[in-house]
């Protein structure tokens, strides 16, 4: 099956695409409409960003399973402490009181992203918020990699899963925008999902290398992701046969044997999350499809030095 | 006299105020429309850029006499080679062929930012879109630190200094914003001028101790600013007597001992051009007003990890 939206990610000869990581986490608060508004105000209509359900069942663009203290302040203004809540937990109006504008930073995770604007009043967006986004005619070459985010307590049980992409896809066609999204997650039972109840979108499977670290402060993948240890340059054949389009790895497993394999195979490679100027350039150098970014302006700027196009 | 927009400028207790220098140079081009946008929708109303006159005598913003080639792209795309055109051999409109929408990387000047987003059809914009811009309800928080840019070649010539006040006020009392705006130049023969045509608009003096280099890539302030070597901490008082609202000194020339009398004299201290981190501290940790940075959104972060408001 041909999906257009696929060819928004896919390089070429002096092209390679740039993707704004939860919008442009860089730059402005992670997972905010003001942070896609800023990634589809520079050139980078490509917005990846992740989805969440309520107790309410209203999917939220949110990364972790819980309300993220380091990013979440109560109505007195204060960060979270304790025990984290569920966000599946709470429901959407709930969700609305904290403010998700700044960023802690003596905790280990704000010290990340020093640059990152400080602002009061900035709410979880729903994820038919940014769909309402992109669908103003200026958006018109926005492109969404929508990632579903698997509950690791819930991974295992059908019922949830069917749930969870069941309302994303009724929220996506409600908009009529399937042909301007990639599913996209670490669960490739979810995936699965995706394929059986909407076969008329592209999957895109995200993968990571166990030896490597995960991020601080960031929910873990292991729980939910394959293990691929001992077989790195062969992930983009599971993929392939899993009926990906897309392949998703993380920067530091790419190699240039398994981006060739993935692009013979037809699969557009998404490299995540290129931050450093070395790595940008090294991912440059193995000519990647897309580089998905906290810091879109400097990958656009690498690529503007050699001559390239995004 | 009392002008309500030098309090916008004011620090306190637990205040200090930032100020976009040129929009936010550090994050998109530097005195575009986008990036002035960009400052206020952060939560920055306070912005600093320059204005020069062109042929016809329209006030532009832009920073450099010359159409500055880091920065400037022709028709075809490409960054100005030869010799800088001056902004005041050129009318508007043929200022208008020009993109200002990313920076030479292969440039000193454009090695300084390398997070600055890379746009294409971004233009120099008059005078007038920034006012018409925060003449916008929604951003009737909106204060200017509109720098007056002296032409080293005509800085003696009374009538060219008469006429480019002339011409600035003009276009600010047009929308009724001379309340919101402080005139703000290295060249104080210019301010004594701007005093002179708007008595009810304060006055905003650079400083540069000529020991501090210049600024990469950036025209020299040192034709126009008095030379203040050997007098330091006496700036203050000649600021004052010249009948200063604001002073507004080179980051690396303010000491605790000039900064104590110049508040005490009742002026305001807005220090330029502060980005790094070690830098952004001592600025605080002076107690100035206001911090003139490329990077508001990191200023703002220091501020907030300290329990600060801006």
Known sequence: MIFPQVDAFRGGENLIRVV???????????NSL???DFSLSIGVPLLEFDVVLTADDVPVITHNHRLH??????????????????VS??????????????LDGHSAYGRRFPDQAQMDGVRVPRLMDLLNLISDPKNGDACLMLELKSDPDLAHDTRYREKLVGRVLQEVRARDL?????????????LEACQRQ?????????TQLPENADDVGEDSSKAVCPDFRGRRDDIPH?????GGSLWCPYYADVTAKNVELAKDLGLCVAVWTVNEPEDIAKMIALRVD???????????RHLSDLGMVW
Not at 89 to 102: A, H, K, N, P, V
């Open 20 to 30: 704004g990581h939860r919008g442009a986490r860089g730059v402005l608060p992670e």
């Open 34 to 36: 003001i942070g896609f």
């Open 69 to 86: 203290a380091p990013s979440f302040r109560d109505a007195e203004g204060l960060f979270l402490t304790g025990e984290e809540p569920k």
């Open 89 to 102: 937990s709470l429901t959407f109006e709930q969700i609305q009181e904290f403010d998700i504008g700044r």
């Open 178 to 190: 399937s042909s301007r999204a990639v599913l996209h997650s670490f669960d490739w039972n979810l």
């Open 198 to 206: 909407a076969p008329d979108m592209p999957s895109s499977y995200l």
């Open 238 to 242: 599971l993929v392939k046969q899993a």
């Open 290 to 300: 897309a580089i998905v970014s906290d810091y879109p302006g400097r990958v656009q």
